[in-house]
């Protein structure tokens, strides 16, 4: 993320995209040289927006796609968390598990979409098992990593003083891999956004994914550009809250 | 007797699967509340020694008694102090220095009354809330200590835990020891490669040998307590251990 310390750099960053809105306002709306059909203009896309805004449906849709997020991201944090510490701490069930795992990692979560559909129907439930799909292995694997890099002379310390295993793993092992956990999750974040888009537009009646997709089959592209924006627009939020949660974790 | 090593040996494997012979058939005897330092030149095994008697690691041969239990693994009394402090980065000092207390169940109040005092001594007790990372190395070790000492176990292992400190933190430091935490009840077994820092602390000094290590001589040390460098006794003493350390790296 770029650290903005000034007046020029705040003009650096809008330089682009304001001549980027010119030359796309210039070639849609003043010169029509693309029909609105295929590509729509500025001024439609912010009409739309205005027009979605105005009668909630874009809060609604906003709301809809987090809720999902955020579930699927819950449960793979706590499935992944839990494995990776449990898999990294123990050499032997990591050996067990690393061909399952290193088969099941490069399956894109949208591969799963078939069976998301047979398993939990229509709605929401499909949706959050694909963001869990996407987002279980980068955590899973980080923590893995996280336990790996451990100091080893925090766990001899622990176990001068005494503790048990039990207390190595929760004492020592999980805040030492809490830094890994937080880029597990913030890379699982980005993949979560591109699932439920995906699962949307697929078994669901709900969320920005739905939204693009009924929008655009209705021709109204402004929505569709619309809903583009806001994933984009979640994204850099959600990077600056991990990135703020990344600077305040000193070890 | 604290601490009894009957016939250790300890072998490793090091890459490319060549065995290394660290420690070769050591036996020695540590009487209860004595300050012991282990000397000798880089790699003679002197750490792998401590590690074995903490229960780090196992001997690949012979037995380690600590009060004639035998050591098979770690124990909250044999305090273990490292070279690196190897503070616990995400706690600050009051949590660092009652980790120990809180692992053995103790209530919260009184570990952070307990803990005070301990700060107070050496003059942390301002730091009481600051991270590792805020502190000086010095202090650091400090902590480190501290953190051993106040679980009172029945010894205390040190690692060269002065090693990377500059000298005059390290006499600061030698100095805090012997006054504030050396306890005659306590034994305390501190490894380090620097002799005048083993005859300023030690009842005895055990000098090793280049690997594979072997115990050479053992020194009692009766110089008279406070120790100062600055005496003829003093200086003879590092310079007789010297030139015993000196010949086994020939």
Known sequence: MTNITDKTSIIDLFILPVILIIIWYLICDVFMMIPSYMFPGPVEVFNAFVKLLLSGKLFKDIIATLYKVLVGLLLAAIVGITLGLILGWSKRLERISTLIVSILRPIPPIAWIPFSILWFGIGSKPAIFIIFIGCVFPILVSTIDGVHRTKGVLIEAAKSFGASNTQILTEVILPATIPYIVTGLKVGIGIALMCTIAGEMIGSSSGIGYMILTSTNLFDTGSTVVGMLVIGVLGIIFDYIFTKIQERIFW | ?250
Request: net charge negative; proline share 4%.
């Open chain 2, 1 to 250: 007797m604290a601490f009894r090593v009957e016939n250790v040996s300890k072998k490793f494997i090091s890459k490319g699967n060549i065995e290394v012979l660290a420690l070769d058939h050591i036996n020695l005897n540590i009487e209860t509340g004595k300050f012991v330092c282990f000397v000798g030149p880089s790699g003679c095994g002197k750490t792998t020694l401590l590690r074995l008697m903490e229960g780090f690691e196992t001997p690949t041969e012979g037995q380690i008694y600590d009060d004639d239990e035998l050591v098979t693994q770690p124990s909250r009394e044999r305090g273990f102090i490292f070279q690196d402090y190897s503070l616990f980065p995400w706690l600050n000092v009051m949590e660092n220095v009652t980790f120990g207390l809180k692992i053995a169940g103790k209530p919260e109040e009184e570990n952070k009354q307990r803990a005070l005092a301990y700060l107070e001594a050496v003059g942390l007790k301002d730091f009481a809330d600051k991270y590792p990372h805020e502190l000086s190395g010095g202090m650091k070790q400090r902590v480190a200590i501290i953190r051993s000492v106040i679980n009172q176990s029945r010894s205390l292992l040190m690692d060269e835990p002065f090693s990377a400190l500059d000298v005059q933190t390290r006499h600061s430091l030698q100095k805090q020891f012997i006054g504030t935490w050396a306890d005659k009840k306590r034994t305390t077994i501190f490894v380090t490669h620097d002799v005048d820092e083993a005859v300023f602390l030690a009842d005895e000094i055990v000098v090793f040998t280049r690997r594979p290590g072997k115990i050479k001589k053992i020194y009692e040390n009766n110089l008279p307590r406070p120790r100062v460098r600055d005496t003829q006794d003093f200086r003879d003493l590092v310079n007789q251990i010297t030139q015993e350390i000196d010949e086994t790296d020939e």
